[in-house]
């Protein structure tokens, strides 16, 4: 059989003996060894771990035991998540590449109890927020749709190694779209659950009171499933919600009907860069949604621009905060975006950052409001395909920024997922953003599920072109 691209496809195939772990594990190494150092995925490959984890995992399903819903599944974590086969630097000089002792995080924890393994430590933004400076030890990220152009950030190397097969999923972070961005620059599926729905514990922080920890993968029921391991409160972090968990896989039934879904096209909010594809792509995956059963209206996002300084605020000020001591000590050890970002944050006053939390609570009052009409609210998660990298770092990023449409969702708490479709006229993949209520990550799901069942943007696989031969 073909090589399951899919999640849910290989965990059914590894219980209906079709695959071997060991064969995924030994197409995740291939793949990797293919692409990683054209793409950047990688930071740390753990290829002798992985494969003595499928060989276990083989055994464990060939004796007909209780097998978790992950077992022998190939996964990438971003490298701002610890685990215990080596260092996390979070794409940078300056951390200590023993922060937390080099323990599991909680969520690899849970992602190993349910049995996947864990292929290696996945590209970052520096901290998540920053770049690596021409010349640093850490890899050129590239997106695997046109090596030419940027992947998307922060969570880079998942999006990139999803959308390459070196692994079939894996985590992300998001503070201001770090997962939905990546997700929908590579054409793959990413949830950035409710704030507090997923224990960040063993997390380097970029903003304490927007972090999120998800996951990504090729579809929605993909995320469904990973999310039935990741979610639930755990004691070592305080952030974390005791909200009752769903069962997300049993509520993607393809059916929206008695859905009402508020649609903002952003239209009311153009900016620079915005691509003319996007449009009628986007008018596209709302009739798909509406051909599901759901009940179409249109809405605006209340203080758009208002809540997106918010974020941006809020992240870069929590952000100087937790770095203040190292950037006194290692100021030349940053990268420069980084250092940029965190001396600029230093400016605002107390003052400032108490004005924009104020706003912030009536925004999201003003969004739960618009939830009591509405069950989700779909937008696009990009006006613009991935920026190329021939433009300088510093314009790249502030040219792809006022084409993303994420970090509203950050600031009010919500869920929101990422999920394919279609292209630029010049085949880069574009993404549909779908938000939900707090903690109704199912409907989210179901919402995007529907979407895939009657589109097949999400399992399509990048041209790759192989570099040329050494002469």
């Not at 059916?255 to 986007?282: E, H, K, W």
């Not at 997106?308 to 975006?337: C, K």
Request: charge should be negative; proline fraction near 7%; aromatic fraction near 6%.
């Amino acid at each position: 059989m073909d090589a399951p691209r899919t999640v849910t496809a290989a965990a059914a195939a590894l219980r209906a003996g079709e695959v071997s772990s060991t064969e995924l594990v030994e197409q995740a190494i291939a793949a990797a060894d293919r692409h990683d150092t054209r793409f950047g995925t990688f930071l740390d490959r753990y290829v002798d771990q992985a494969r003595a984890a499928a060989v276990t995992a083989d055994a464990l399903l060939a004796s007909g035991a209780p097998v978790g819903p992950l077992t022998g599944v190939p996964l990438g974590v971003k490298d701002l998540i610890t685990t215990s086969e080596g260092p996390t630097t979070a794409q940078s000089l300056v951390h200590d590449p023993e922060w937390n002792g080099r323990r599991d995080a909680v969520v690899v924890t849970r992602l190993r109890r349910a049995g996947g393994i864990v292929m290696g430590k996945t590209t970052t933004a520096e901290f998540a927020i920053g770049e690596s400076d021409e010349g640093s030890p850490f890899p050129e990220l590239r997106n695997p749709w046109d090596a030419g152009h940027h992947p998307g950030g922060s969570s880079s190397g998942t999006g990139s190694g999803v959308a390459t097969g070196q692994f079939l999923a894996g985590l992300g972070t998001d503070t201001g779209g770090s997962i939905r961005i990546p997700a929908a620059f590579c054409g793959i599926t990413g949830l950035m659950p409710t704030y507090g729905r997923v224990p960040k514990s063993g997390c380097v922080p970029l903003a304490y009171s927007m972090d999120r920890i998800g996951p990504m993968a090729r579809s929605a029921a993909d995320c469904a499933l990973l999310l039935s391991v990741l979610a639930g409160a755990d004691d070592s972090d305080p952030s974390s919600v005791r909200e009752p968990v769903d069962d997300y896989p049993a509520a993607l039934t393809g059916d929206l009907t008695g859905l009402r879904i508020g649609v903002d096209d952003m239209s009311a909010a153009p900016a620079r860069g915005d691509d003319p594809a996007v449009p009628g792509v986007f008018a596209a995956a709302v009739e798909a949604q509406r051909a599901a059963g759901a009940e179409v209206v249109d809405v605006r996002l209340p203080l758009w621009a208002e809540m997106n300084l918010v974020n941006v605020m809020t992240m870069f000020i929590e952000a100087a905060t937790y770095h203040q001591p190292d950037f006194e000590r290692q100021w030349s050890r940053y990268g420069r975006l980084t250092r940029s970002r965190i001396a600029a944050s230093l400016y605002y006053s107390a003052t400032d950052f108490v004005q924009a939390q104020r706003v912030r609570r009536v925004g999201m009052r003003r969004v739960a409001e618009l939830f009591e009409v509405v069950d989700l609210v779909v937008t696009p998660t990009v006006t613009a395909g991935a920026p190329p990298l021939v433009q300088s770092r510093w314009s790249r990023l502030d040219d792809g920024g006022t084409t993303v449409r994420a970090g509203y969702w950050n600031a009010t708490g919500n869920p929101a997922l990422s999920v394919p479709m279609g292209f630029t006229d010049g085949g880069l993949p574009l993404g549909l953003q779908i938000a939900g209520r707090p903690f109704e990550e199912s409907t989210v799901l179901r919402a995007g599920d529907a979407l895939q069942r009657l589109t097949d943007w999400h399992l399509r696989v990048p041209r790759l072109v192989e570099p040329a031969p050494a002469a």
